[in-house]
């Protein structure tokens, strides 16, 4: 091969190579699980992710008592907002439906879930896990799910089997 | 003078009780046909030389308002039923007082589980995480650098119009009241794929979490079908940054699913194997049949329709001409056509679409009607490109019952009294 065809075919390389180095944007920064740990508060179905902790429905009332019930109610019965308790078979056919914990939702992990995150409502994430645990307690057993002196923890918690449990099916329809 | 412009061509029928062509609207010229509209009216009065055509106005300002002789265009704000829940609730798009496709920002309607978080930019954080590759946190300033992307969706909560849902017609309710809960944006942001690909999707991921930094850390899962396909982060809201009520400084778009999936104030999405099975998609937004089952998951709005003009508030004066107005939107496509009735449904006519008709954007459509002075019964029927038609109300029950109360979008009417006021009437 020439010098001259050698200059050339090193150009053409260089030419054809020279895209390959403009890389898509990449501005993320790395992060390690533990770093993100304060964030990551989601608990699923399965309860991966349950915290250390427990407590049973005598210390959940203490709880609900000074931090739910002027908006769920005595004993979660509702009013002025959602009501947590009863509602058994008003699912039916021909029902005004009663969506309540112990009728409508289908696991309990989303109790601990939704707990930690939201409420309550004026301090969210302010419970410690304890007091989750005992409050998810409190309304199960308020809603005959779990004994009065069944304690919850991670464990426990992703075992209990909602009534609801089976009451969901897909949406029929995607067109696309 | 003989004020009688009987020179102008007629307006050919289409349907029953009054409704014209719609090509009044296709082709901006009169047809000649069978009906006379017979316009007439007395002499104008003699023109008044006003105050502002002789002074100068003021000067000019940083951020516009609209005039402020449109004070009443402003949204129906529901009260908190709870003052210690305040911020839980929803304020409502005024349709029947706006006009085009477009939603102002300022009157985009408002929906939180917890009021509206006063997030500072440079404090708030993206964190993409779970089953990826590389976990990564994105700051505001990251998210702007990458190369954007601008669509126009409706955005529509999944609760709207299920004032439709009880059993008896409210006659009071207005479109902002039954409709409100619908909007139309300009939405700029970076494709959620472009993030997820470089996290690194890692082949057992099938759902994301889609979680917000408002205090109810409001949280829905979604397939990653959806995230790679049109999923946005969204940093601009008809051009300027998306409104703090609208999920500033960042948030979802998930265009044509149902509004809270658009997660606002997006702090977290997390890939997961399955759904997490929050509250939100499980105890709320899922859709309780006639039976004791319930669909979940429901993901699209489906194709729905409604008319803005006339509507309740909005006085006929007098038997003639009179345009109907309104929009038209699915959460699967684009709109292929809608139908208008005067009759309760017994004809249809087909409506003018007009300007931008958009997959997932509402395309607002126009009809023609020589209003008798008699009772009529005012319906629209939207038909989507993948042949979805919007149900009769009938139809609608049958197959759901009305215990649902999320994605309602049966065929709504509005009646029409021999004064010309509207109502809220089932039909």
């Avoid at chain 2, 085009?100 to 408002?110: A, D, K, N, Q």
């Avoid at chain 2, 959460?331 to 409506?351: F, H, M, P, Y």
């Avoid at chain 2, 109300?393 to 019952?401: P, S, Y």
Wanted: aromatic share 8%; proline share 8%.
């Amino acid at each position: 091969m020439s010098m001259l065809k050698q200059i050339t075919l090193c150009a053409a390389l260089v030419v054809v190579a020279a895209p390959a180095l403009a890389q898509a944007p990449q501005f993320g920064q790395p992060i390690s699980p533990a770093d993100l740990a304060p964030w990551d508060i989601s608990i699923g179905p399965d309860g991966v992710g349950l915290p250390a902790g427990s407590g049973t429905p005598a210390q959940g009332a203490t709880v609900f008592a000074a931090k739910c019930q002027a908006c769920h109610g005595e004993k979660g019965a509702g009013g002025p907002n959602d009501r947590l308790v009863g509602g058994k078979g008003s699912l039916a056919a021909g029902q005004a439906p009663v969506k309540t914990v112990g009728s409508y939702w289908p696991y309990a992990t989303t109790l601990f879930d939704y707990i930690r995150r939201a409420m309550p409502f004026v301090d969210s994430k302010s419970l410690t896990s304890d007091e989750i645990y005992a409050v998810s307690a409190y309304i199960l057993n308020l809603n005959g799910i779990i004994g009065e002196s069944d304690a919850m923890d991670a464990q426990s918690l992703a075992k209990v089997r909602m009534p609801n449990r089976d009451g969901f099916i897909p949406f029929p329809r995607y067109p696309r | 003078m003989n004020d009688k412009r009987n020179d102008l061509p007629s307006l050919e029928p289409a349907a029953g009780n009054g409704l014209l062509n719609r090509r009044i609207f296709l082709e901006g010229a009169l047809l000649a046909g069978a009906t006379t509209a017979g316009l007439s009216a007395a002499a104008a009065d003699p023109l008044p030389v006003a105050p502002w055509m002789k002074k100068p106005g003021p000067h000019f300002a940083p951020y516009g308002m609209p005039s402020s002789f449109e004070s009443k265009v402003v949204r129906a704000v529901t009260p908190p039923n709870n003052p210690l829940t305040a911020g839980v609730g929803s304020s409502r798009t005024p349709h029947h007082l706006l006009e085009g496709m477009m939603t102002p920002s300022g009157l985009h309607f408002e929906r939180s589980h917890s009021g509206i978080p006063d997030i500072d930019p440079e404090q708030h954080r993206l964190v993409i995480h779970g089953l990826v590759k590389r976990p990564l946190v994105f700051t505001l300033e990251a998210l702007s650098r990458y190369p954007m992307t601008s669509r126009i969706a409706f955005v529509e909560c999944a609760g709207n119009s299920g004032a439709l849902n009880a059993p008896q017609a409210a006659p009071r309710l207005d479109v902002a009241a039954i409709h409100g809960l619908l909007s139309c944006s300009e939405w700029t942001g970076v494709k959620l794929s472009t993030l997820l690909d470089e996290a690194g999707v890692e082949p057992a991921a099938r759902w994301l979490l889609a979680e917000g930094a408002d205090s109810s850390g409001m949280s829905r899962s979604f397939p990653i079908a959806k995230a790679m396909d049109d999923a946005m982060i969204c940093l601009y809201q008809n051009g300027e940054r998306v409104r703090p009520s609208n999920g500033y400084p960042v948030r979802l778009l998930l265009p044509g699913f149902e509004g809270n999936m658009n997660v606002k104030w997006l702090r977290r999405l997390k890939l997961t194997a399955e759904p997490t099975m929050t509250k939100d998609e499980t105890s709320k937004y899922t859709i309780l049949l006639k039976d004791e089952k319930a669909w979940q998951f429901a993901f699209p709005l489906e194709v729905k329709s409604m008319i803005t003009r006339p509507s309740p508030g909005l006085l006929l004066k007098g038997p003639g001409f009179y345009e109907i107005s309104g929009l038209a939107w699915s959460g699967n496509g684009g709109i292929r056509q809608v139908e208008v009735s005067t009759d309760g449904g017994k004809s249809w006519a087909l409506a003018a679409l007009s300007g931008p008709n958009l997959p997932k954007a509402p395309v607002r459509f126009r009809a023609a009607w020589q209003w008798n002075g008699g009772p009529a019964t005012l319906q629209s029927r939207a038909t989507d490109d993948t042949g979805m038609v919007q149900p009769s109300r009938a139809a609608f029950i049958a197959e759901r019952g009305l215990r649902g109360n999320y994605h309602f979008n049966a065929i709504a009417s509005w009646g029409i009294n021999e004064k010309g006021e509207a109502s809220n009437v089932y039909a």
